[in-house]
C-alpha cells in the first residue's frame, strides 16, 4: 500500500511538472507576442509621427536649374520648414503657378508694401530707399531684359518680391513672366542642405 501512495505522489508530482511548464511555455509564447506587438506598434507610430511631420512642418526639395548658384547647385536637396511670415533674404519655394510651370527656389528681396529700386550701372538693389548688402550674388548683373517689370516698383500686399543669386542666370520677380509672388503659395524657408552631406549651412556666405 506504501508503495502505490508513493507511486501516486511521484505521479502527481510529475503532473504538477508537466502542468507548470505548460503555464511557462505559454507565459514565454504571451510575452514573444506582446514583445512583437510592442515592436510593431512602436516602429507603426514613428512612422505616423515622420509622416505627419514632413507633410505638415518639414519638406525635402530638390534644386533644379542654375538660378541660384553659388549658393545652391543644380542636384542640391534641402530642409525646408513651414513659417507663418517670411523674412528678407530667406530662401524660400514657391509652388505658385508660372510661365515654367513649376516650384521656383528664389530669394525674398521685399515684402508686401516695400518698393524695391534698382541701379543696374552698379548692380545695386534697393528696398524704400536702402541699398542690400547680398554677399550671396554670384556677380554683377547686366541691363535688364526688355520684359523687365519697371522700377521702382511697390510689392502688392501678400506678395513678395524674389530673386535669384545669379542674377544673370535667374527670371524671377524682375521679369513680367514671374512677377510679384503670392504668399499663401510659399511651401516653405529652406534651412539646410541635406545633399551633397556635409555642406549643410546654405547662409554662410564667407
Known sequence: MNNMNNDERIIDINTEEVKTEK?????????????????????????????????????????????????????????TVNKESYERGDIVVITEPNYFDEPLIKRVIAKGGETVDIDYTTSTVYVDGVALVEPYTREDFILPKLDDIQFPYTVPEGHIFCMGDNRNGSTDSRSNLIGPLDERYVLGKAVVRILPFGDFDIYDYE
Do not use: C, E, P
Open 23 to 79: 503555464k511557462d511555455s505559454k507565459k514565454g509564447k504571451n510575452s514573444f507576442h506582446l514583445s512583437v506587438y510592442d515592436i510593431v506598434s512602436i516602429v507603426m507610430s514613428a512612422f505616423i509621427i515622420i509622416a505627419v511631420v514632413f507633410t505638415f512642418v518639414f519638406r525635402l526639395v530638390g534644386v533644379s536649374g542654375q538660378s541660384m548658384t553659388n549658393t545652391l547647385q543644380n542636384g542640391d536637396w534641402l530642409l
